[in-house]
C-alpha cells in the first residue's frame, strides 16, 4: 500500500495514491502510529491498512461505494431504528406506479406511517427538482413524509423547497449521528398534523352532535373535549418544536390539565403524553363521521 504523509492539525494523514474508482483514501495518526480515522471521499470506512502495515479495525459509519449499497446502508439504518424497511419498492399511486429506492413503515397506535426515502450516491448537491419530484410522489402515493439522503449535500434552492413540507433533506451521516432527535421530530410533525386534522373534523361536527358522540360536554356539565384536547396537543406541541427543555406548558388548557408545576424534558415525554390523546380523540371522530356525512 502506498501513502503519502501529509501533516494536518497535529496528526499525520496519510493519503491512498490508488483505488481511484473509490476516491481518495485518508487516514489519521498520532505520533506513536495509532490509527484515530479512516474515510473514503470524506466518508468514514471499516478497516485500513496502517502504515507500519498493521491493520485496525474501526466502528462502521458510511461503508458505500455505489448507490445500491448507499441504499442498502439507509435501509439497514431504518431497520436499526425498529422500523420497516424494504429497498427498491414499486408503490401505486393514484395517477402512476413510482420506483422508490427505500420504503420505511411504522405502526404506532394503530395507524400505519409510510415514509418514502430517495438516496443518491452523488458528488454533487441534490437540487430543488428533485425535492420537487419527491415531493410529487409522496403526495401521489398518500405517503406520510418524504426523505432525501444525500451525503453531498443540497442547492440552496432544494432547501428551500423542503421547508415547511412533509419532504425532509439530510445525509445518512446526519441520520445517524442524530437518529434520535430526527425520528422524534418527524414523529412530532405527524402528530401535529394528525391534531390540525382533528381540529378541523371536529368543529364540522354540529354542537348538538358533539355532545350526543361524547366530544364534548354540555354547558351545565363538565367532561371530555375535543377541543380542550386539541388546544392541549397543539401547546405541547409547538412547545417541543422549539427544542427547548425543559418547558412548562402555558395554555390554559394545558395548566387546567397538568397544573403549573408540570415539566416537560424531553421530545419523547411529548409524544408520550399527545399520542394517546390523539389517538382517543380519532377513534371518537371517526364514530360521529358517519352521522355527519348522512
Not at 63 to 76: I, S
Not at 199 to 217: A, N, S, T
Amino acid at each position: 500500500m502506498v501513502v503519502v504523509p501529509v501533516k494536518l492539525c497535529g496528526y499525520t494523514v496519510y493519503e491512498h495514491e490508488g483505488r481511484s474508482s473509490i476516491g481518495l483514501l485518508q487516514f489519521a495518526a498520532d505520533c506513536s502510529g495509532v490509527v484515530l480515522f479512516a474515510k473514503v471521499q470524506n466518508c468514514l470506512i471499516n478497516q485500513v491498512r496502517h502504515p507500519k502495515d498493521s491493520m485496525s479495525t474501526f466502528p462502521t459509519k458510511f461503508m458505500a461505494t455505489d448507490w445500491n449499497d448507499y441504499q442498502e446502508e439507509a435501509a439497514a439504518l431504518f431497520r436499526s431504528m425498529g422500523l420497516e424497511a424494504s429497498t427498491n419498492v414499486t408503490v401505486q399511486g393514484v395517477r402512476t406506479k413510482h420506483a422508490v429506492d427505500v420504503v420505511v413503515k411504522s405502526h404506532h397506535a394503530g395507524f400505519d406511517v409510510t415514509w418514502l426515502v430517495e438516496c443518491k450516491h452523488w458528488n454533487s448537491p441534490v437540487s430543488k427538482l428533485h425535492v420537487l419530484a419527491l415531493r410529487e410522489i409522496v403526495s401521489d402515493t398518500g405517503s406520510d413524509r418524504g426523505i432525501l439522503l444525500c451525503e453531498a449535500g443540497f442547492q440552496s434552492g432544494a432547501i428551500e423547497a423542503a421547508n415547511l413540507t412533509n419532504v425532509q433533506v439530510t445525509s445518512l451521516e446526519n441520520v445517524r449521528a442524530t437518529a434520535g432527535g430526527d425520528i422524534a421530530a418527524m414523529r412530532l410533525r405527524e402528530l401535529f398534523d394528525r391534531v390540525e386534522s382533528c381540529r378541523v373534523q371536529y368543529w364540522d361536527i354540529p354542537k348538538v352532535e358533539r355532545i350526543e358522540k361524547g366530544l364534548r360536554f354540555d354547558v351545565t356539565e363538565w367532561g371530555y373535549s375535543g377541543a380542550r384536547v386539541v388546544g392541549i396537543c397543539a401547546d405541547l406541541i409547538n412547545r417541543a418544536f422549539r427544542g427547548v427543555y425543559p418547558f412548562r406548558p402555558d395554555s390554559f388548557e394545558s395548566l387546567v390539565e397538568f397544573g403549573k408545576d408540570r415539566e416537560f424534558k424531553s421530545a419523547n415525554e411529548v409524544i408520550a403524553i399527545v399520542e394517546p390523546m390523539i389517538e382517543v380523540l380519532e377513534h371518537k371522530l371517526a364514530i360521529a363521521r358517519p352521522r355527519t356525512g348522512a
